[in-house]
């Protein structure tokens, strides 16, 4: 079925409206004809007025089988009971819509009886007022008319009496210099002069445009006077403009005089620096920001915003210029602030400044919108932070550099008391350490603030901060080869190395930067890296192509090659020193000619103090090895060296020269059999290693000493002599015991091999001898002391 529409109509649809149509139509649908016949029914007239219930079960029996028919019964029962409870859900909606509209219609009727009544009173009070006031409004016409031809003539004559004070208003504005209401009265007389003025006012026109000469005289005194502010110029140029006066002829001067009024606005870079002189006090620094950005400062502000605004309107061409003025301000105001970083300020000078300029940047960019200063500034601002975040490390490189080369420094040269090495150590880890977090806090300061420019560059100060980190301790690194004398000085260098390059590179200087580099490694560096990690890893405006910015483990890597390479280079020096005394020791006697020894040779007590001296600078600054002593009584065939049993014993109490000589045979069959030797171990960081592998060195240099010399039998006593004080010393200085003693017995080896004649001291003689030193060692040294 479907509706006139022509649109079909679903089934729940179709049935609700003719269940509708069926409740409240009075006229039943147009049925079919009663004499239809029987061959034209079909099974949908059950849903029709003309239903005939017989006829429908006959065509249902003859189309269907039982099966289709049980179905059908099924079908139909359902369909009843949903008509039933459509039905009855359709009478409760619209009985409760018929109650709710018959409680409407009797508040309705209740509400209008006696309105009809009370509609007539109204009428007919409203037609009394209405007959009244007509009556009133006749009898006051002719007066009311009489009374406004009255005030017209008086507003006439108060215009004309004001035409006839004009020159004399003029004249008093003249006095007080209020030229702003002289132009403001003269302007509304104008159109009264352009009327009359050749006529009735011709005298109070020639008046008043004497005065105006004046006023377009002073006001142009005004414009060009240094002494008067630039919003007043300003001001006076626009009443010159009001009156008519050609004021694009001083434009030029106009803008100039502004240009230079740029000159002395800037910020107060004086109050910066007294501001910033004491950090100590937390009341100060929260009142910083109130000393830079001063009174003076934002009037002069105002002031030039104001005569920004008064020239826009005067020159509505000159916008050009006007952008330069205000971008040449604010290129002025980051000049001052790059020059005050280039001292040494903290973070909150800084945001002092900045905030001030940024004050600024705002106050101009509502005048002039189409400078784009927020822009401008924030490039400006990128350029002064950038270089604040370079300064501060080359602030901190400089503390560091500083408190290292104090060692060099005589007392004479700036230091009441000698500076120790382990002073300048523990100096140089807190400059390290607590500048480094010093520098982290005044970074800290720069993110946490809310200042517009700061919170737009906040991802950059992340990226510049760990970039800043990475090439510090690069540079760091450098400069400690510089100080160290491993590298030469470059331009960019010559400063931090002036010190360094006075004096001789120091031995101290160079253990000191051993033992910092391994405490950069160890302590700075991971705890920089928490820090960092905590407070700026919220970079994101570096690529990710080109990896992370700061990279911890590059820089422990750097840092613990240089502590190796620091304490190789002061063996190395140390040992270079020894060997120079060790050269001349061989070089300058005889050795052919060489008397019988009658005591230790002085250079051994030479060797000792170096040994000494030595000791004294590691003990100040490496610590101490965890490791015991490597005894004789250690060593697994190690102890079996050249200066075997039979060269010890027998060699000492054989006194013919063909014996000695074939000892050095049994000697060198005895170094073919022994057990081999590591005698270079790796050096550790600790007093006991450093003092050992330079006493191995200095042996080894003196082996090589010996054999380039020819001795006779006295001098090979001599070094006999000299050898065995030493083995006896140097037990207690060196670690590995069995590795000196072979080195030892190299040494006695190699005399006895470049010997001519090599019959060695016999014992009695030698302990004799020893003693003899050892006591007088004991003598000296209460009396040194």
């Known amino acids: 079925m479907e509706v006139e529409g022509g649109a079909p109509l679903d089934d729940k649809a179709k049935r609700m409206r003719d269940l509708l149509s069926s ?96 509609m007539e009173q109204l009428l007919e009070k409203i037609m009394s007022v209405q007959s009244r006031s007509d009556g009133v409004n006749t009898s006051l016409f002719e007066k009311r008319e009489h009374i406004e031809k009255l005030h017209r003539t008086r507003n006439l004559l108060r215009k004309v009496q004001f035409i006839y004070d004009l020159p004399s208003r003029l004249g008093k504005c003249i006095k007080s210099e209020a030229y702003a209401d002289a132009v403001r009265y003269y302007t509304g007389a104008m159109p009264i002069f352009k009327a009359y003025g050749n006529t009735s006012f011709q005298d109070c026109k020639r008046a008043s445009e004497e005065a105006i000469s004046i006023i377009k005289k002073n006001l142009q005194g005004k414009l060009f006077s240094d002494t008067e502010s630039i919003q007043a110029r ?69 002031e030039f915003v104001e005569a920004l605004r008064a020239y826009q309107v005067i020159f509505p061409d000159s916008e050009q210029q006007l952008i330069q003025l205000a971008q040449s ?59 604040y975040i370079d300064t501060r490390f080359s602030h901190l490189l400089l503390n560091i550099s500083d408190s290292l080369t104090k060692v060099q420094r005589r007392p004479s040269e700036g230091l009441e008391e000698e500076y120790t090495l382990e002073s300048a150590l523990g100096a140089s880890k807190k400059a390290v350490t607590e500048g480094s977090m010093d520098v982290l806090q005044d970074f800290r300061r720069l993110l946490d603030d809310d200042l517009g420019l700061l919170v737009k560059l906040r991802a950059l100060i992340n990226d510049w901060v760990q970039e800043g980190f990475q090439e510090f301790f690069r540079k760091l690194d450098r400069h400690f080869l510089l100080l160290s004398g491993k590298i030469n000085s470059t331009g960019q260098d010559q400063g931090l190395a002036e010190a360094t390059q006075k004096d001789k590179i120091t031995s101290g200087l160079v253990v000191v930067l051993a033992q910092l580099s391994v405490f950069i490694e160890q302590s700075a560096i991971p705890r920089i890296t928490e820090e960092i990690a905590a407070s700026f890893s919220g970079g994101g405006a570096r690529g990710y192509e080109y990896g992370p910015a700061f990279v911890p483990a590059e820089i422990c890597r750097i840092f613990r ?27 300058t006697p005889n050795w052919i000619k060489h008397k019988e020894p009658r005591e230790v040779h002085m250079f051994v007590d030479m060797f000792l103090q170096e040994l000494e001296a030595i000791g004294t600078e590691v003990k100040q600054i490496l610590p101490q090895g965890l490791h015991r002593k490597h005894r004789r009584t250690d060593s697994n065939g190690s102890t079996t060296s050249s200066r075997s049993n039979p060269l010890r014993d027998d060699r000492m109490i054989r006194s013919s020269t063909q014996r000695g000589r074939s000892q050095l045979l049994e000697t060198h069959l005895a170094k073919l059999f022994k057990q081999k030797m590591e005698i270079f171990t790796k050096v550790e960081h600790t007093q006991e290693s450093v003092i050992t592998t330079i006493v191995k060195f200095c042996l080894k240099s003196l082996q090589e000493f010996v054999r380039l010399q020819t001795f006779n039998r006295s001098g090979f006593q001599q070094i006999q002599l000299d050898i065995q004080f030493l083995r006896t010393t140097l037990k207690e200085t060196a670690q590995d015991e069995a590795a000196i003693d072979f080195l030892l017995d190299e040494v006695i080896v190699a005399a006895a091999e470049r010997c001519l004649d090599p019959i060695p001291l016999e014992p009695p003689i030698l302990d004799k001898l020893i003693q003899a030193k050892l006591a007088k060692n004991s003598e000296q040294s209460p009396a040194s002391s």
């Not at 009971?81 to 509209?101: G, P, R, W």
């Not at 927020?374 to 950038?386: C, D, N, P, Q, T």
């Open 23 to 118: 409740f409240y139509s009075a006229d039943p649908p147009p049925s079919m004809p009663s004499n239809t016949s029987s061959k034209y029914a079909t099974l949908d007239t059950i849903n029709t007025s003309s239903f005939d219930a017989e006829q429908y079960m006959n065509l249902l029996v003859q189309k269907s089988n039982l099966e289709s028919l049980l179905q059908r019964h099924v079908e139909m029962a359902a369909e009843i009971k949903n008509l039933d409870t459509d039905l009855q859900m359709l009478v409760y909606e619209n009985y409760n819509k018929f109650i709710s509209a018959t409680d409407t219609i009797k508040r309705m009727k209740n509400n209008i009886v006696g309105m009809e009544s009370n």
């Open 234 to 302: 300003a001001e006076a140029a626009m009443l010159l403009k009001q009156l008519d006066f050609p004021v694009e002829s001083l434009k030029a001067k106009l803008l100039e005089k502004l240009e230079q009024f740029l000159d002395d606005l800037r910020p107060e870079s004086k109050d910066i620096s007294d501001a910033s002189m004491d950090h100590d006090e937390p009341a100060k620094q929260e009142n910083l920001i109130g000393s830079v950005s001063s009174t003076a400062h934002q009037a002069s502000t105002h």
């Open 329 to 387: 301000l604010v290129a002025k105001n980051f000049e001052a602030t790059q020059q005050q970083i280039k001292g040494h300020i903290r973070s909150i000078d800084l945001l002092g400044m900045l905030r001030v300029i940024w004050t600024d940047v705002l106050l101009m960019d509502e005048v002039l919108p189409e400078a784009a200063l927020s822009g401008f500034a924030l490039e400006a601002a990128r350029v002064a932070v950038k270089q």
């Open 561 to 587: 090659s240089a502590g190796e390479k620091f304490l190789h280079l002061y063996i190395n020096m140390r040992t270079q020193k020894i060997s120079v005394l060790l050269r001349k020791r061989f070089t």
